[in-house]
Each structure stands twice: as structure tokens, then as C-alpha cells.
């Protein structure tokens, strides 16, 4: 080798070196350092945090709103249990109010069965209020059409408009649910 061949070589490695040096310092200036790395991730994480922190209180909050609900539906159930029941059992009531106006109090021959409706219909307006079915009778109150359906309107003097004269037919309420209207006549201007 020549000395012209040796100061080539060793300038070759040199430019080669100061590339690879060129470009390592390129490449740690594009890649990010292991600090940046990280408060990336801790960023990151943070974020996840708080978004699962939003998703356990909305999952929390629909827990509860799913557990009231259904507190609500088994104490509606529990309360409207008797509705359809007790709707069966008002004809009866009503019938046996029919069979008492039917009987002549002053004969003495029917006087046994009419304290034995009278009983009987005691017992079921007992076991009506002990399960909150309670009755409506609006005689000379206002008319209500949430509780009352006029069967017919008659010209009355002296009694003020819209109201009750006479109830055809009993209503009903279980647990302050109307069960059945109270059917009455209704005054109307004379």
C-alpha cells in the first residue's frame, strides 16, 4: 500500500463515521426521548382513569335508578295487587245495597234477612277498608269528573249547577286508584 492509499482509508472510515453520527443525532431528535415516552403514557393513563372514574359513577347511578324502579314496581304490584279482585266484588256490595233498599223495613216477616244483609254487607265494607277500597258517595258535592261519570244532567231550582243529586251507583278507590266511577245525576241551571 501506498501512503497516497493509506491516508485514503483511514478518511473513508472517518466520513462514515461522521454519517452514522449525522444520522444517530437525527434519529434522537425524531424519536422521543424515554422522558417524553413517559409523560405520553402518564397523560394516557390519566385519561383512561378518569374515563373508567365516569363510566363506574354512570354504572353506579343506573344501579341505583334500576333498584328504585324496581322497589317502585313491587310496591305498585303489592299495592294494585287486589285491583281486578276487587273490581269482581263491588257488584256484590252493590247488590246487596239493592236487596236492602228492596226489603219493607216494617215488615216484621223479613226483618231476620235484612240484618243478614245488613251484616253481611257490614263484613264486606270491613274487609273493603282493611285493604284501603274505599267508597265513593258524592251526594250534594261538587261534581268531579276524575271520580264521577253524570249519567244525566235535570234542571234542579234552589241547588246550585254541577252538583251531585243522586248517585245511581257507588264508586270506588283502591289506594287512591279510581277503580270505578261513581254513577250520578248531576243538576244542571234550571
Do not use: C, W
Not at 493509506?6 to 425524531?30: G, H
Not at 228492596?102 to 253481611?120: H, V
Request: glycine share 4%; proline share 6%.
Amino acid at each position: 500500500m501506498s501512503e497516497q492509499e493509506k491516508d485514503q482509508n483511514p478518511a473513508e472510515p472517518q466520513v462514515e463515521t461522521a454519517q452514522e453520527q449525522q444520522a444517530a443525532a437525527e434519529a434522537e431528535q425524531a424519536a422521543p426521548t424515554a422522558e417524553e415516552k413517559l409523560a405520553e403514557l402518564e397523560a394516557e393513563l390519566a385519561a383512561v382513569k378518569k374515563a373508567l372514574g365516569e363510566a363506574d359513577i354512570r354504572a353506579q347511578a343506573e344501579v341505583q335508578n334500576v333498584r328504585r324502579r324496581a322497589e317502585r314496581d313491587v310496591q305498585h304490584a303489592h299495592k294494585f295487587a287486589l285491583e281486578k279482585f276487587a273490581g269482581d266484588l263491588l257488584s256484590v256490595a252493590d247488590n246487596l245495597e239493592r236487596g236492602l233498599a228492596a226489603l219493607d223495613a216494617d215488615d216484621d216477616a223479613l226483618k231476620a234477612a235484612r240484618e243478614g244483609i245488613e251484616l253481611t254487607l257490614k263484613s264486606l265494607l270491613d274487609v273493603f277498608a282493611k285493604y284501603n277500597l274505599e267508597q265513593i258517595s258524592p251526594s250534594d258535592e261538587p261534581f268531579n269528573p276524575e271520580l264521577h261519570e253524570a249519567m244525566t244532567m235535570v234542571p234542579v231550582p234552589n241547588v246550585d249547577p254541577n252538583t251531585v243529586i243522586e248517585v245511581l251507583e257507588k264508586g270506588y278507590q283502591l289506594n287512591g286508584r279510581l277503580i270505578r266511577p261513581a254513577r250520578v245525576v248531576v243538576s244542571k241551571a234550571p
